[in-house]
């Protein structure tokens, strides 16, 4: 792909394709209500929650990279370490990823331990960087007008991630937690932080012309 195209794709493009996926993923789950357990359906749910989660950070309202870059003290805030091309990268990786532990879960016919331990370690990674760079935010802007520790991806996080990990805990307190299971949960953790992170902020977060074109919520700020 050409980098004029790849630059279209990182625009909008490609959340357009995400919220396909996301009402194939809700469709599955409402068509196999009755049959699939609790914690499928929410493994499930997550690949379809990451493509709204995106949404907020991105759209609506948008702005999520700046305070990620903020966060990580960037003096380029619309494009490092993130940038359009990386976080792209870092969505569907994870969307995919949770749509592949779907299907070994259906294929087992069963959502392993370590899946559904490492899945309620990342809800709870969720909460932690949200809520931090809430309050990291609310300190910087205070001063201009910010009110609440507010920031993009936290209501999808407060109302989806969230209860789906409060979910998980309860579902686990039901089941004998052994060794080999917290492997497995490292493995859906790791996968997450280095493959779908880490990995393509290495790869691409000196890609400047992938910039984000505006700053969203604090814009208004």
Known sequence: ????????????????????????????????WEKWSTELKIIAA????????????WIFPGGFHYQYN?????????????????????NMIATVFYIIL???SIVNG??????????????????????????IMYSKFRTKGKTTIYGPGSITTYIGFVPF???????????????????GAASVVGFILIICILLPEVLFMKKGEYYFKNNGYYDRF
């Open 1 to 32: 792909m050409n980098k004029q195209r790849l630059n279209w794709w990182c625009d909008r493009a490609w959340i357009k394709c995400m919220c396909l996926i996301a009402a194939v993923m809700l469709g599955l789950i409402m068509l196999n």
């Open 165 to 183: 990990g409060v979910i998980l805990l309860y579902v686990l307190k039901e089941r004998t937690i052994i060794s080999t299971d917290w492997i």
């Open 110 to 135: 069963q959502v392993s331990n370590g899946m559904i331990l490492g899945t309620t370690i990342f809800c709870a990674l969720e909460l932690i960087v949200h809520t931090l760079l809430g309050i």
């Open 102 to 104: 779907t299907i070994i």
């Open 46 to 57: 997550i690949a379809a929650l990451i493509p709204v989660h995106v949404l907020e950070e």
């Open 70 to 90: 903020t966060l990580r003290r960037s003096n380029q805030l619309d494009r490092y370490p993130m940038n359009r091309l990386s976080d792209m990268y870092t």
